[in-house]
């Protein structure tokens, strides 16, 4: 299902886009990290931290308003990682931004690990919509 806006947070009257919160998500982590001189590893951070919320499988989540528990961090995590280099190092921030920061893992680790390399194996939910949303620089 295509969806014309996506939603990232739902509060009563208030509805906050994925695109609004990633901006200001961005704007904030980038000025923290600009603290000690890497206000362009905070902005990436807070860009990428929920683009996950662009499956449609969580986006039925919030429509339903469910409780149902859907990864939306490992999608930010995963291009982080291939990127490679030093996003690798943004790429645990991402994933851990709920339930904190996972260990490294190994190479042999499978999707069911709870390790950064684990999350790299897992089949996500499709979340490609975001490189289409119009005005959303990644």
């Given amino acids: 299902m295509k969806y014309t806006e996506y939603i990232a947070h739902k509060d009563g009257e208030r509805v906050q886009s994925v695109q609004e919160h990633l901006t200001r998500t961005a704007y904030l982590a980038g000025n923290f990290a600009g603290r000690f001189g890497k206000e362009d590893w905070g902005y990436c951070c ?60 190994s190479t042999s680790d499978t999707a069911a690990a709870p390790t950064l390399m684990g999350r790299r194996r897992k089949k996500l939910e499709d979340y490609q919509a975001y490189r289409k949303e119009r005005g959303l620089k990644v």
């Fill in 46 to 105: 807070g860009m990428l931290h929920d683009i996950g919320k662009y499956s449609a499988a969580f986006q039925k989540k919030i429509m339903e308003d469910s409780d149902r528990l859907v990864d939306h961090s490992s999608a930010g995590a995963r291009v982080c990682l291939e990127k490679g280099g030093l996003h690798e190092l943004m790429s645990y921030c991402i994933a851990g931004h709920h339930a904190g920061l996972p260990d490294y893992g």
